[in-house]
């Protein structure tokens, strides 16, 4: 992989509770390079939001190292935050949710620009415009609110949004699990074509793994807080070592039968948070559990190039 645009190191959250401390995240590490997109996928709640919100510093680290060309971005105090700002930025699940219901879209769009200074009102007119245009809708829609698009459409003002400030890094969470299956292929296409056109990077959240495939170049797979698994696609989704890995791409549906894998059903379910197993954490559900499983935890390590697992079994 080339110079890596992100860095993340031994990054931590944990939530103190009263029952107890959840570990969101419990210690990743990991790289994206420039121009690249990674896939970041698990189960719901393994810590695959929380990873992304760390990143841009919408929640604070407990421990870890989040470097962005070159900057640490987690100890940053609030000027020197903005500026890095610009550089990352955010496209969330939920494209009705992230919107002001109040403001207008051209309004919406504009925000960053106007937060981030050095444009008068025309100059930020011209350029919510363009963003409008790149993005597949027209500046007409500058004058509407969120509750006047569709799904999709409200995506896509949530794509400009996320582009305004020409960030070279962007964190996409699920950013189209909640839309129609064509209307999702037209915002992955658009994706595309955009980190294509100005070189962006991405990580991709989400659950659905033949999205995760059509559209990044690595992928990563958590489980309960940690990754287990990350490779490049091809590797990944070809030669799987990890067994929970094995068994998310087993139950992804192909279009022709004869060529499904096989299923494997894990047993029991997802541990919590708050009381992780000793040893691997995924041992409680494992088909292939050995005793060393039960006591030690599995480290990271490279078994081909580019793709790397923690198993004992690998």
Not at 4 to 24: I, M, N, Q, S, Y
Not at 248 to 262: I, K, N, S
Request: aromatic share 4%; hydrophobic share 40%; net charge positive.
């Amino acid at each position: 992989m080339s110079t890596p645009l992100l860095e993340v190191r031994d990054l931590v959250k944990h939530f103190p509770t009263r029952a107890g401390v959840v570990r969101a995240v419990d210690g990743i590490s990991f790289s994206v390079a420039g121009g690249e997109t990674l896939g970041l996928v698990g189960e719901s709640g393994c810590g695959k939001t929380t990873t992304g919100r760390l990143i841009v510093r919408l929640i604070e680290a407990t421990s870890g190292s989040v470097r962005l060309v070159g900057v640490e971005l987690t100890g940053l105090h609030r000027a020197a935050l903005r500026v890095a700002r610009r550089s990352c930025q955010f496209i969330f699940q939920d494209p009705f949710g992230s919107l002001n219901p109040r403001m207008t879209v051209g309004a919406i769009i504009a925000e960053p620009l106007e937060i981030a200074g050095g444009m008068d009102r025309a100059a930020r007119r011209r350029r919510v415009d363009e963003l409008l245009e790149i993005v597949g809708l027209t500046p007409a829609h500058a004058r509407r609110h969120p509750h006047e698009f569709s799904g999709g459409q409200r995506q896509r003002v949530g794509i400009a949004r996320a582009l305004a400030l020409q960030p070279k890094f962007i964190v996409c969470d699920e950013p189209v699990s909640g839309l129609d299956v064509s209307v999702r292929a037209q915002v992955i296409n658009l994706m595309r074509a955009l980190q294509q056109e100005f070189g962006v990077t991405y990580l991709f959240i989400a659950h659905d793994l033949a999205v995760v495939r059509h559209i990044s170049n690595r992928v990563a797979v958590m489980y309960l807080g940690q990754i287990i698994e990350i490779g490049d696609r091809g590797s990944l989704f070809a030669r799987p070592r990890h067994p929970y890995t094995r068994a998310l791409l087993a139950a992804v549906p192909v279009a022709d039968p004869a060529g499904a894998r096989g299923r494997i059903t894990l047993a029991g379910e997802v541990p919590s948070p708050l009381n992780p197993p000793a040893g691997c954490r995924f041992h409680t559900r494992c088909p292939l559990v050995e005793e060393r499983c039960l006591h030690t935890a599995p480290a990271l390590r490279t078994i081909e190039q580019d793709h790397q697992v923690a198993c004992h079994l690998a």
